[in-house]
């Protein structure tokens, strides 16, 4: 197998080139799951990791306060219940956080990068969740699909569906000219950002995933695609 990734040899030019996958599976994964020219140093990963779990603290804790009043310990700011508008605002808090605190120091065409790769992330988690939330919707109004089966396929149409287009939105924000090759989200990347789409998961309400007490681990998730926008290069 043949994989391929960006260089930027030139500003203005982005070629694709190709290397063997025995010698370069981890730079493979690498650039597939972070969309990197190079790997970040430690201060911007450590910028992005702080403006992160800052972007996804200030709205956490607001919707803490809002649901259950003063926070007195963990479980009262992690135990919010999630619905459309609760998800979003993490998630975009973390992106925007994230990417803000990557960029600051670097050049114009880093800076251009943790961009673009925010607003792909912001859409990698949001359109899914809104897809699903939608369908749900229509399910509430029409009686023969407000059953499990229903809801499960909606579940699959929503992530499935949501991801694609969430790329397609993503490459028409980012380049509207066309300038440069799309961004493709193939079956690896879907793969490879599986983690952005729990919250899509939690959205949709199944008994087993509140059992699992997934809902408590999205902010750890939405707080990692800010951080993977921030030491995007």
């Known amino acids: 197998m043949i994989s391929k990734v960006q260089t930027t040899e030139h500003p203005h030019f982005k070629a694709f080139t190709t290397f063997p996958n025995e010698k370069n599976v981890s730079k493979a994964y690498l650039s597939r799951r972070y969309h990197n020219f190079e790997e970040a140093d430690t201060f911007t990963k450590v910028r992005a990791a702080a403006g992160a779990v800052i972007g996804t603290a200030i709205p956490l804790i607001y ?108 490459n028409k924000i980012n380049d509207p000219k066309d300038l440069y090759p799309d961004r493709k989200l193939t079956i690896k990347d879907a793969l490879a950002n599986f983690d952005d789409v729990l919250g899509a998961l939690v959205l949709a309400k199944f008994k087993f995933i509140e059992q699992l007490g997934a809902e408590r681990l999205l902010p750890a998730v939405t707080a990692w695609c800010g951080y993977r926008a921030g030491v995007s290069k």
Do not use: D, H, W
């Open 63 to 170: 919707f803490a306060k809002k649901q259950n009043g003063k926070i007195k310990n963990i479980n009262k700011l992690l135990g919010i219940k999630y619905g459309l508008k609760e998800f979003l605002a993490i998630g975009a808090g973390s992106i925007f956080g994230g990417t803000a605190a990557g960029m600051i120091g670097e050049n114009r065409e880093s800076r251009k990068n943790k961009l673009n790769e925010g607003v792909f992330q912001f859409m990698n988690c949001s359109v899914p969740p809104v897809l699903i939330a939608g369908l749900f919707k229509l399910g509430e109004k029409v009686k023969p699909l407000n059953n499990i089966p229903c809801k499960i396929a909606a579940t699959i149409v929503g992530v499935g569906g949501g991801m694609f287009l969430a790329a397609e939105l993503s």
